[in-house]
């Protein structure tokens, strides 16, 4: 199979030069490494850009490799709608010690959960995103971030500990008052079941 | 038996008569009968997660029609149910939820636990889901099958019948509430343990990926 490189590499060669490492081909897909640091220029003049127009973030997660010299890595996978071309964007963290990058909610609005479930899954931050909480694991998991390459498949705890922080855990406080759509009729519920909504997982009450 | 006059009827059929002046009625023991009307219109709470939902409601529809056993009324609130249907896999993250509910049952109730992953956890054992319900709340009958076909769970529900019908007023541990203590574990770490333990191909699995 011939190896199409997207035009759209390079472009941005020619754009940010040093910022964009390499450029790979696989499975007919181009993936883009960045320097960190730079992700968010190249994700915002790729979607901002005519000719490129990538309107349409398909998808965030993080590769965890089991070679633990190798730092995690950030996977952006875009799309533009219009012109009916993909193009993968990655960038490697600066190891342990370094696992930040710019939130891309800003471009982006459905960056929201997927980035959420990468800090669920890997503990990886999003700088400026609104609502940085996990997603799928409850909030109060206290066991780790299940997909890293060290998290062994049971858990870290025993089976006994996790059902007993399973059981103990309140379920109602994990929400929030919109998602529980009481917010308006706040002012109306009784005084204890206030209380105890004020106590939720965002420690406010809007 | 008819309601002939007693001066007309054979001689040796005596105890089939019944006096057209008294009043009909019966006598039984009380056991046999409240356990009788308990087992016979027993309402299900249907807790379907997973696939075995897609079976339980196979069993619940037209062709297997689980009406036939009095369980016409599906109740999807606790507070007027009889039976607790787990059909499929329970996360941790649902555990709080499922044990709420069985607290919020009235008593008399029983629960079945329908399928592998309700009763052991099948092959997820992994970091979310629990290694069988009865570390959560106590379990009557166990269905096996992945998932159990119709009559697997039409099976189960009759087992449950037989014991209902085999129970007591007498027997004071029938009744009690088993509410979670300051542990908040239904049942000691220990058993939880055991019962959580790998099986099958699961025990050549490492605790540790690394």
């Known amino acids: 199979m011939t190896a199409a490189v997207s035009p759209s590499a390079a472009a941005l060669r020619e754009e940010f030069g040093e910022a964009v490492e390499r450029v790979v081909v696989s499975c007919g897909d181009t993936i883009v490494y960045v320097t960190l640091g730079r992700e968010h220029d190249v994700l915002a003049w790729l979607k901002a850009t005519p000719g490129q127009e990538f309107n349409y973030l398909t998808d965030v997660t993080a590769v965890d490799y089991r070679d633990p010299e190798i730092p995690l890595e950030v996977v952006w996978q875009l799309r533009s709608l219009g012109r009916k071309a993909d193009l993968r964007v990655k960038t490697s963290l600066g190891g342990a010690a370094q696992l930040e990058v710019r939130s891309v909610y800003d471009l982006w609005k459905g960056a929201d959960w997927l980035e959420r479930e990468v800090y669920d899954m890997f503990g990886i931050r999003f700088a400026g995103h609104p609502d940085l909480r996990r997603i799928l694991m409850w909030e109060t998991y206290a066991e780790g971030y299940p997909l890293r390459k060290s998290f062994p498949l049971r858990g870290h705890f025993s089976r006994a500990e996790q059902t007993r922080q399973a059981l103990a855990a309140n379920p109602e406080a994990h929400y929030s008052l919109e998602e529980l759509s009481i917010a308006e009729a706040y002012g109306e519920l009784p005084k204890d079941v206030q209380e105890r909504l004020s106590r939720g997982e965002r420690g406010e009450v809007r | ?210």
């Open chain 2, 1 to 210: 038996m008819g309601l002939n006059n007693p001066a007309t009827a054979n001689e040796r059929d005596t105890t089939s008569v019944v006096s057209m002046e008294s009043p009909n009625w019966v006598t039984t023991r009380l056991d046999f009968l409240s356990n009788w009307a308990r087992s016979n219109s027993l309402w299900p709470m249907p807790f379907g997660t997973a696939c075995c939902a897609i079976e339980y409601m196979a069993t619940a529809a037209s062709r297997f029609d689980i009406a036939r056993f009095g369980m016409e009324r599906q109740s999807f609130s606790p507070r007027q149910a009889d039976v607790f249907i787990c059909a499929g896999r329970v996360p941790f993250k649902l555990a709080p939820v499922m044990r709420r509910i069985w607290d919020q049952m009235p008593q008399p109730k029983w629960c079945i636990s329908m399928g592998a992953c309700a009763s052991t956890g099948n092959v997820f054992d992994n970091y979310t889901i629990v290694q069988g319900i009865d570390t959560i709340i106590p379990v009557d009958v166990y269905v096996p099958g992945c998932p159990p076909r119709p009559e697997g769970l039409i099976y189960g529900i009759q087992l449950l019948q037989k014991k209902i019908q085999g129970e007591t007023f007498t027997d004071p541990m029938l009744r009690e509430e088993q509410p979670l203590g300051p542990s908040k574990l239904f049942l000691p770490p220990a058993r939880i343990d055991e019962l959580s333990e790998p099986f099958g191909n699961s025990v050549h699995q490492t605790r540790s990926s690394s």
